[in-house]
């Protein structure tokens, strides 16, 4: 994608001669005017966002994480959030009140009572929503996409994102960066969060670091605390040179690997639940 | 690729199946308001029946004319299109049906782009979305405006477009419909009540004769005007309730 700057001019009437990106997926978009171009899809849309995921298990913190982002990032770059919720839009509720980004460009995507399936096998819901805010708040430079509360196991696609932050907490424990897992091991980003809280919870924050580091093959992991400066500046330049990597050209997007198969809770179900996969 | 295939069943299979990718699992067709409006689980079957007859057909018919009117005469199928569009939009008042079919539309066109973008059915669709969307705002009909107003072709008219690609004949574009309801239903009802997967199952094996009749009923229009205009005031009810409440599982 090439680069882009605040600066752009309103997109081009259709018909008017202009040269706008063309997504390389959709090559057969030049057989057709650009009138129809531009209907497609929003292929020809005036500005394509660095797509950054935002997983983990529930309660680590991952719409804390984003508000942080809002907050520290809105004066500099041009954000948009989408919150994916199993049940409520709760999310996107919080976002909205903590103030930290215009309200509008916060949106839900309800997931069907299955959120892993909208970050991954049928992304449809999330593309769809994440275009929107493209084309009405273009330019934009980063769509935050929060995927619902989960377990370990689940991933964005990257046919959805392009690049990804995993959250774990102190909170959750000290052993579970040692339990991999494809987010844990090979999301662009490990972020181990509420550092402030591991003199309450036992846990040794080095010690949980060098194990996560260890289950990544050496990928980036940061220990994060919103009270802890020194880490939300790291939070943030891990955010400006992934968002330069993505506009170089330079930045592959990453699959961190399938769910295993993963068991849901129904209390209802005769065996507490049902055992399934997306494979 | 711009061939018509002989009817196929195997790409009938495809596009029934849950697992295409169009945002469809965020759907229960309305199960889930009704539900929470006090609808009895027993009497799924019976909402399952009063969609076909209403709303449901009213779709089938739009896809079997949408259909039609792309593998018709090339200088037509752009003002045809538009013409079946708006012949759904006059027989579909509720913004919330509006917006929800709208949305699912989006996730079948974005499926057809990559898949059959350079068939003359899809360029017909993509020609009349910019038709539509640069139509005068005086020859609009009054509504709602904004998200709901993006024009954005509903879900029948896409689908009947890519039944075209596909070389479905106008009897399965109608049964695609109507199967695809009354699945939506029926596994949504798994998510919403305690239910025995068996069942619900066998809700569907019951609902395919009407199903079948349904489809029967309007695999011969052609015309817009012929398109039946079968609505349903309870069921826009319950889905404009549904847009406002703020815990649920699907969207609509």
Redesign the interface.
């Known amino acids: 994608m090439p680069d882009h700057t605040h600066d752009h001019q309103p997109a081009p009437a ?1 018909g008017q001669p202009h040269d706008h990106a063309h997504d390389h ?2 090559a ?2 030049h ?2 005017d650009d ?2 171009a ?4 929003h292929i020809a849309a005036p500005t394509r966002s660095l797509r950054l995921g935002v997983a983990g298990p529930v309660g680590t913190g991952k719409s804390s994480l984003i508000a942080l982002v809002c907050r520290e990032l809105s004066g500099e770059l041009a954000l948009g959030v989408i919150t994916n919720d ?5 999310d996107a ?1 919080f976002l909205r009140s903590a103030g930290v980004l215009d309200p509008e460009r916060i949106r839900a ?6 959120p892993h ?2 970050i991954r ?5 999330n ?2 929503a994440v275009e ?1 805010l493209e084309e009405d708040f273009a330019p934009l430079d980063v769509v935050l996409v929060e995927s619902g509360g989960d377990n370990l196991t689940a991933t964005f696609s990257p046919a959805l994102v392009d690049a990804q932050i995993f959250v774990l907490d102190v909170a959750g424990g000290g052993d579970v960066a040692r339990k991999g897992g494809p987010g844990i091991g090979r999301a662009d980003l490990l972020v181990v969060n509420k550092t402030d809280l591991a003199p309450y919870v036992g846990v040794d924050v080095p010690q949980m670091v060098a194990d996560a580091t260890t289950a990544r093959d050496g990928r980036p992991v940061l220990a994060l605390s919103r009270h802890d400066a020194a880490s939300v500046e790291a939070l943030k330049d891990w955010v400006r040179v992934m968002l330069a990597a993505h506009r170089a050209g330079a930045h592959v997007p990453q699959d961190p690997g399938p769910m295993a198969p993963h068991f849901h809770a129904d209390e ?1 179900h005769p065996a507490g639940g049902i055992l399934h996969s997306h494979a | 690729m711009t061939a018509v295939h002989p009817p196929t069943s195997v790409l009938f299979a495809l596009l029934a199946d849950a ?1 295409l ?8 067709a309305g199960l889930e308001p009704a539900l929470l409006a006090g609808l009895a689980v027993a009497d799924v079957p019976g909402y399952i029946g009063g969609r076909l007859a209403t709303v449901t057909r009213t779709e089938a018919a739009v896809a079997v004319v949408a259909r039609h009117v792309v593998l018709g005469d090339p200088d037509e199928r752009v003002a045809g299109l538009r013409a079946v569009w708006q012949a759904w939009a006059a027989r579909t008042p509720a913004p919330a049906l509006r917006e929800t079919s709208q ?1 699912l539309g ?2 079948y ?3 057809a ?2 898949l059959w ?2 068939h003359p059915a899809v ?1 017909a669709l ?2 009349a ?2 038709a539509e ?2 139509r005068p705002s005086a020859e609009r009909p009054a509504g709602p405006v904004g ?1 709901s107003d993006r024009g954005q072709p509903p879900r029948p008219l896409v689908l009947g477009v890519v039944g075209a690609c596909v070389g479905l004949d106008a009897r399965q574009v109608a049964q695609l419909v109507g199967y695809d309801d009354v699945q939506t239903i029926a596994s949504a009802t798994l ?1 919403l009540a ?1 239910v025995d997967p068996a069942d619900a199952t066998g809700w569907v094996v019951a609902a395919a004769p009407t199903v079948e009749a349904m489809a029967a009923r309007v695999a011969h229009l052609t015309d817009p005007d012929d398109i039946p205009a079968s609505g349903a005031p309870l069921l826009e009810e319950w889905a404009q309730q549904h847009v406002r409440r ?6 609509a």
Request: proline share 4%.
């Open positions: 259709p997926a959709h057969h978009a057989a057709h009138a129809v531009q209907a497609r899809g199993i049940y409520t839009d709760e509720r995507v309800e997931t069907g009572a299955c399936t909208a096998d049928d992304v449809t819901a593309l769809l929107d209802d | 697992r990718p169009t945002g469809g699992h965020t759907q229960s949305r989006r996730g066109l974005r499926l782009h990559r973008g350079a360029v993509d020609a979305v910019v969307r640069t998200r998510k305690p703020t815990e649920r599982l699907f969207s």
